[in-house]
């Protein structure tokens, strides 16, 4: 059963070009989260979302930032337009809640870095 | 929403030794705690969880307590060895969100 699927590892850009992360979940989980993380710093919640819906966004970007996770195939975080300060570590992790506790598990992370 | 905080930020220990990090949570719905140990250049990995109705939960050198009353949780680990060497986060969780506190930099020195 394999894990958590993120690619690419790592994904370089320049400023004002698109990057799109991709996340497959762990088999039979239904529910996608993004987290973003800067150097020597903690993970930022940016988005929840289940199949073809997303349920929290509370934390991403008003602006040039998007994500779904569509009903085949895996979840995607579009960054438009990306800026230096978009430079970091995106990690996504897949949970089923199943029994009511949200265990979740990461994948590797995509590191991001615009140039 | 739920605010975790997490002491220390760093932690040096002579391997052996025991470390210990703590955590407070402010919702009291949050029923899930979960632990998560990073390695440079990884994704985090989940190490150990308790659950609102336990007190206590141990795993070979890990263990890990929540009071809920409290509302604080703490992770032990004894006999520390490099390998641990490590950020560790801790977490609470509602069902489906997840809030992390800032992390703790571990480091077990030989």
């Known amino acids: 059963n394999a894990g958590v699927m993120q690619n690419p590892r790592h994904l370089v850009r320049r400023r004002g070009q698109e990057a799109r992360l991709r996340c497959s979940p762990m088999?039979?989980?239904?529910?996608v989260y993004w987290y973003r993380q800067l150097p020597e710093e903690g993970l930022k919640f940016m988005v929840y979302l289940q199949k073809e819906n997303i349920i929290d966004e509370s934390g991403m970007p008003k602006e040039r930032f998007s994500a779904e996770f569509p009903k085949e195939g895996p979840s995607i975080l579009r960054i438009q337009q990306v800026v230096r300060g978009d430079s970091a570590a995106y990690f996504c992790?897949?949970?089923?809640?199943?029994?009511?506790?949200?265990?979740?598990?990461f994948g590797q992370g995509t590191r991001l870095t615009v140039v | 929403g739920e605010n975790v905080e997490q002491h220390p930020s760093t932690l040096s220990v002579q391997e052996g030794d025991s470390a210990v990090i703590k955590c407070t949570y402010s919702d009291s719905a949050s029923n899930y705690f979960p632990w998560y140990k990073q390695e440079l250049g990884k994704g985090p990995q989940l190490i150990i969880d308790?659950?609102?109705?336990?007190g206590e939960k141990k795993d070979q050198r890990i263990a890990v307590t929540l009071n809920k009353t409290a509302k604080h949780f703490s992770l032990h680990i004894t006999e520390t060895q490099p390998e641990d060497s490590a950020v560790y986060f801790c977490a609470a969780s509602i069902p489906s969100t997840l809030t992390f506190g800032k992390g703790t930099m571990l480091l077990v020195s030989p």
């Open positions: 308790i659950r609102s109705n336990v």
């Open positions: 992790a897949s949970s089923s809640d199943r029994g009511g506790y949200t265990e979740a598990f």
């Open positions: 088999k039979g989980h239904s529910h």
